[in-house]
């Protein structure tokens, strides 16, 4: 059983967050450091530690992940000039928190993309 993290009570709203969507799959909240104008975060209710840890049954999930990051990028109004979806894994990808959450970064020009 995995070990739960901040995010879960975060889902729970046990903890305060700046929670912008939530729905039966998914939960989105602004991330408390933002490297980017607009950075939130779209994680699922259930709790899944790594990308490696992904299973079919999730696959609803994921795709109401990718459906929230484009509504919110929309209703953020940075959809146009465009943003950047990145999930970290494990160690070598830099995650520091292990429930899997998709990054949506936007608002400025961001660059090609550096990796570390
Ligand atoms: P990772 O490095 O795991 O891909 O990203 C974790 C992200 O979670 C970081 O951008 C970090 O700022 C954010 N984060 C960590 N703890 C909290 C928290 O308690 N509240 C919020 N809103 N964001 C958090």
Do not use: W
């Not at 490297?35 to 840890?53: C, E, G, Q, W």
Request: with cysteine; aromatic share 6%; net charge negative.
């Amino acid at each position: 059983m995995a070990e739960e993290t901040i995010f879960s009570k975060i889902i729970r709203k046990e903890i305060p967050a700046d929670i912008v969507y939530q729905d039966d799959l998914v939960t989105a909240f602004r991330d408390i450091n933002p490297r980017a104008p607009s950075h939130m975060l779209i994680i699922p209710n259930k709790l899944i530690p790594t990308v490696n840890d992904i299973e079919a049954e999730d696959e609803a999930t994921m795709g109401r992940m990718f459906t929230v990051a484009r509504k919110l990028a929309e209703e953020e109004g940075i959809a146009e000039n465009g943003y950047r979806l990145i999930m970290n894994c494990n160690n070598h990808g830099g995650q520091e928190v292990y429930h899997i959450h998709m990054h949506l970064l936007g608002g400025r020009p961001l660059g090609p993309m550096t990796v570390g």
